[in-house]
C-alpha cells in the first residue's frame, strides 16, 4: 500500500511539474484534464510492457548483438543459457509494474471525467 501511495504522489507531482512547464497560464480544468492525461498514458504504455514482460524482446536483441560483435558465444552456448543466467540475476520478481498499470489507469480516469467537465 505505501508503494501505491508513493507512485501516486510522484506521478501527481509529475503532473503539477508537467503543467507548470508546458501551460505557462493560469490553470483550468482542461489543462489539469491535458496534464493528468499526458503522464497517465507514458505510465499506462510503460507499464503494460512491464506487465507482459514485454522487454524480453530487448534481452533477445541483446543476446544476437553480443553474438555478432563479441566471443559471447563462449559463455553462453545458446539464447537458453543467457536466459537462464539473465533470470538468476533478476531473481526477485516485483509488482511495481502492476502498482504503476493502476494508477495511471486512476490518472486517465481522473483525466476523461475532469475533461467531460471542463468541455460542458
Known amino acids: ?3 501505491f501511495f508513493g ?3 510522484v506521478s ?4 503539477f511539474v508537467f503543467n507548470v512547464t508546458v501551460f505557462e497560464q493560469p490553470n483550468t480544468l482542461r489543462r489539469i484534464a491535458d496534464s493528468l492525461f499526458v ?6 504504455l510503460f507499464s503494460l510492457i512491464s506487465v507482459t514482460q514485454a522487454g524480453n524482446v530487448f534481452s533477445g536483441v ?8 563479441t566471443n559471447f ?8 543459457d543467457y536466459r537462464r543466467s539473465k533470470d538468476k540475476d533478476s531473481e526477485e520478481k516485483s509488482t ?3 502498482t504503476v498499470l493502476v494508477v495511471s489507469v486512476i490518472l486517465l480516469t481522473a483525466a476523461y ?3 467531460l467537465r471542463a468541455m460542458s
Open 62 to 69: 541483446g543476446y544476437v548483438v553480443r553474438n555478432m560483435f
Open 1 to 3: 500500500m505505501l508503494k
Open 73 to 80: 558465444q563462449t559463455k553462453h552456448a545458446s539464447f537458453y
Open 12 to 15: 501527481l507531482a509529475a503532473v
Open 96 to 98: 511495481t509494474g502492476f
Open 39 to 44: 503522464i497517465g498514458i507514458f505510465m499506462f
Open 113 to 115: 471525467i475532469i475533461g
Open 7 to 9: 507512485i501516486l504522489v
